[in-house]
């Protein structure tokens, strides 16, 4: 069974600043899927980035980047420029390949405060 | 990107009760859909996977005969809570995996909050 691992329960960070997001995983499965989701306080899941295991690049999307490495099962969430709106939990999940029934494992989360 | 409509966002009920929570697939169509309880400060916990015209799979210690799930076409699943206990009171979370494009993202609704008093 898949488990994921997020060490840090809370951060903060300052605004403009930058912060990091840790996510360690385990899996026996070569391919798979790596998430970040972000819920805001309206509890709203939203998807924040997405990284396939057989990419070697690391995805980033805006002010949003990872820092995925394989071998160590590590999958960190850079946010650069920290804003207001970024105050929310963070989920780290893990995914197999699409098969008809294939749940998302999250992590506990981390909940980050952005301060003015 | 694709939308997933849940009703209601909140809910309030007697104690005996029972209450349905659907969850639709707007723009796409969704072979998969499934159902996440997230207690306060906590993470998403699986309750089942739905997949279309079968029979829910449901995780262990997740009582079938409380949680009904049904998935009736490829845009619609429902969860239905029976006899609902003041313990069911939570926030209720679906997603669903489309049939075409991208099968590996799913996109989540906003949730139900289920107060049962």
């Known amino acids: 069974a898949q488990t994921v691992t997020q060490s840090q329960p809370e951060m903060s960070v300052q605004e403009a600043e930058t912060v990091t997001l840790s996510c360690t995983y385990d899996?026996?499965?070569?391919?798979?899927?790596l998430f970040w989701y972000k819920q805001p306080p309206s509890r709203q899941m939203i998807l924040v980035i997405r990284?396939?295991?057989?990419?070697?690049q690391n995805a980033t999307e805006n002010r949003f980047s990872v820092n995925f490495q394989k071998a160590a099962k590590s999958f960190s969430l850079k946010i650069s420029d920290s804003q207001l709106g970024d105050t929310a939990m963070y989920f780290c999940?893990?995914?197999?390949?699409?098969?008809?029934?294939?749940?998302?494992?999250f992590g506990k989360g981390t909940r980050l405060s952005v301060i003015a | 990107g694709a939308v997933v409509s849940q009703h209601p966002s909140w809910v309030i009920c007697k104690s005996g009760t029972s209450v349905k929570i659907e969850c639709r697939s707007l723009?796409?169509?969704?072979?998969?859909m499934f159902w996440y309880r997230q207690f306060p400060k906590q993470s998403l916990m699986l309750m089942a996977t739905?997949?279309?015209?079968?029979?829910?799979?449901?995780e262990q210690g997740v009582e079938k005969d409380k949680f009904l799930i049904n998935h009736a076409s490829l845009t619609l699943s429902t969860l239905t809570v029976t006899s609902a206990h003041p313990e069911d009171s939570s926030f209720y979370i679906c997603?669903?995996?489309?049939?075409?494009?991208?099968?590996?993202?799913?996109?989540f609704g906003a949730g139900t909050r289920l107060s049962v008093l």
């Open positions: 739905s997949n279309e015209g079968s029979k829910a799979t449901y």
């Open positions: 723009d796409f169509q969704a072979t998969t």
């Open positions: 899996t026996s499965e070569s391919n798979y899927y």
């Open positions: 990284q396939e295991a057989y990419k070697q």
């Open positions: 997603s669903a995996a489309g049939t075409s494009g991208d099968q590996n993202i799913q996109y």
């Open positions: 999940a893990f995914m197999k390949p699409f098969s008809g029934n294939t749940p998302l494992v």
